[in-house]
């Protein structure tokens, strides 16, 4: 049959799936997913069907079940059902119904393929809602990529319908004589995608006969641009970001040579979630703003003198935790301090500093915070005191780095240890030292 040697062109052409693999067929019951699991049925793959059931649609949901049920039994393809109360799913996380659906499908998708050891997620998507897509994108301002339409791979799902025109598709059910359900709210333009497909594109096609075919070629011609560019952005990040010990380093003089270009400077942050008006603020402060920094969801970049500093969120800012007791080992943050009456001789592991500190001289509770505004300490082998935010600075630890550096505080509130970095000198082991204390951090 050509219909099956162009599905199987197309797999193999974009390496959908191999001989043998299992495959999840998402089947709600439409033309679409049921030609899918038609002609999966007559080729070389394990497949399991999984249907939602939403009921939103009364009875008719019911037969959508039935149909897909029925179906399934025919073609020899095991059938997986789940009910969803989608209404009070919507209520509850504060999305819409067409939002919780979307939600709900993909969450009981992963769990099921996982189960099943299924290999891809096989979604029925066909040419014309790779247009619709895309149009769709359009008026929501996602750029190039939005252009581009639907990824025809991408992670564990793919769509091996999307050389198939919505005609074709139409076509193609009446020919082989698959039965199919239709869904009356396609047919409502109350939603953005139906509007786009019964009144947008219609118009379109009254200036452009073939404007279906032309978008297509568009939409190519969009992927490609846009994988050109993200090769390019990425090889320019990959110089650009030098690991260190915040996160990411950005030298200022060597991204001087983009900042006067909007779009790569957002295409360079955009994969740590900064969206273009903080990137915008970015390039604003470049130049006369030092100390500025610019936050995303997860992420957040520091403007300093000579370089700009990227690191993931560490939340520290607030977070004490207290030692009541030894031996005990406490986390803070992505650290650990471990607290031992024995020597540290057998504790030193790879990236872990030792300090022994005299047990009489303590306090207890003691506790570990971030440096504040105002430390004061006195350093090892010095008589007067020193503010820790000027140790730092001598020091030439950033901003970012200082934040993530736990201060030991004894009970009676003086610095014990800037931990990994300097004790403080009233705290060192003397001749008339009884007692040791060990702290391990790591």
Not at 245 to 269: M, N
Request: net charge neutral; glycine share 6%; with cysteine.
């Amino acid at each position: 049959m050509e219909l099956i040697d162009r599905l199987k062109g197309f797999i193999h052409e974009h390496d959908l799936l191999e001989t043998g693999d299992r495959v999840l067929l998402a089947v709600s019951g439409g033309r679409d997913s049921m030609l899918m699991a038609y002609l999966f049925s007559q080729l070389p793959y394990d497949c399991i069907i999984a249907h939602c059931n939403f009921n939103l649609r009364g009875k008719e949901s019911d037969k959508d079940e039935a149909l897909v049920r029925e179906m399934g039994e025919k073609w020899k393809i095991p059938v997986f059902v789940k009910h969803f109360n989608t209404i009070e799913y919507a209520r509850e996380a504060r999305v819409s119904t067409q939002m919780a659906a979307r939600e709900l499908r993909y969450q009981w998708f992963d769990g099921l393929s996982e189960k099943h050891h299924c290999r891809r997620i096989a979604i029925a998507q066909h040419g014309n809602d790779h247009l619709e897509t895309a149009l769709l994108n359009l008026t929501r301002g996602t750029g190039i990529r939005g252009l581009a339409g639907i990824k025809i791979k991408r992670d564990v799902f793919i769509r091996p319908l999307l050389f198939l025109s919505a005609e074709e598709v139409t076509c193609l059910v009446g020919q082989l004589s698959v039965p199919y359900r239709d869904d009356q709210s396609n047919f409502s333009t109350q939603y953005a995608r139906n509007k786009i497909r019964l009144e947008i594109i219609p118009k379109f096609k009254e200036i452009q006969p073939d404007f279906e075919h032309v978008m297509r070629s568009n939409i190519r011609r969009f992927d490609e641009a846009h994988a050109f560019i993200q090769r390019t952005v990425d090889a320019i990040r990959n110089e650009l970001l030098v690991p260190c010990a915040a996160g990411y380093r950005v030298d200022k003089q060597e991204l001087g040579q983009y900042i006067d270009d909007p779009f790569l400077v957002y295409e360079l942050f955009k994969p740590f979630g900064f969206n273009r008006t903080t990137t915008d603020d970015l390039i604003g402060s470049y130049h006369r703003q030092s100390g500025a920094t610019f936050n995303a969801d997860h992420y957040e970049l520091l403007l300093d003198r000579a370089c700009i500093f990227l690191r993931q969120h560490t939340h520290t800012e607030g977070l004490v935790l207290e030692i009541e007791e030894v031996p005990t080992t406490v986390k803070w943050a992505d650290h650990s301090i471990e607290v031992l009456t024995a020597d540290c001789a057998n504790q030193e592991g790879v990236g872990a500093i030792c300090e022994r500190v005299d047990a009489d001289q303590l306090i207890f509770p003691l506790s570990v915070r971030s440096w504040q505004q105002g430390d004061r300490f006195q350093p090892l082998g010095m008589k007067g005191r020193k503010k820790v935010s000027d140790f730092f600075i001598q020091q030439k630890i950033d901003r970012f780095e200082k934040e993530r550096i736990p201060i030991l505080l004894n009970g009676n509130g003086e610095i014990i240890w800037i931990v990994g970095l300097r004790l403080d000198n009233r705290y060192k082991i003397t001749e008339n030292t009884k007692k040791v204390l060990t702290f391990v951090f790591k």
